[in-house]
């Protein structure tokens, strides 16, 4: 996993002191490095991205809802520039069989229902988009941006391939 996200999950963060236990806790890395950058480059400037059922290095949170409402609800009094959501895919059951782990379309069937409504600024969503969807997504009000990364990567002309429906 990643430092940050190490943190805010209860999987792997077993701490027992101010940066452990209660999701307050655990998000407090996560919202106290955000606040440095506020400081330095103004909230505008500022985004952040989360895979809340990604399990990479086994990383696992037993209720990300919970979890990722909390530290969203938080980004929003600061005022940030965005937060990106990568929803769950098939890409997050490699640990599927696992007795410890439950499915990631079962603890986040959506990012975007989940949450969205506590963020009012600018949402990017991610997961297996194709131009059509990203499209409809944005014009239903769901997300104000979408992102391509392994697309984009296998095809950098991705945004004229989309243009002339190629």
Request: aromatic share 14%; proline share 5%; hydrophobic share 35%.
């Amino acid at each position: 996993g990643y430092l940050i996200d190490s943190f805010i999950r209860d999987w792997t963060n077993r701490r027992q002191d101010k940066w452990g236990g209660s999701v307050e806790n655990r998000g407090r890395l996560c919202l106290e490095v955000i606040d440095q950058l506020i400081a330095v480059f103004g909230p505008g400037r500022i985004g952040i991205r989360f895979s809340p059922v990604g399990r990479t290095n086994d990383m696992y949170d037993n209720d990300p809802i919970s979890t990722y409402t909390y530290l969203v609800q938080e980004l929003d009094k600061r005022n940030i520039a965005y937060i990106h959501f990568l929803e769950p895919d098939e890409r997050f059951e490699h640990n599927a069989n696992s007795p410890y782990f439950k499915n990631a379309e079962v603890q986040i069937p959506s990012c975007i229902d989940a949450f969205r409504k506590y963020f009012r600024n600018a949402f990017m969503d991610n997961v297996e988009y194709t131009a059509q969807r990203a499209e409809e997504t944005i014009a239903a009000g769901r997300a104000d941006l979408i992102s391509f990364g392994r697309p984009f990567i296998s095809n950098p002309d991705l945004a004229a391939r989309f243009a002339n429906e190629w």
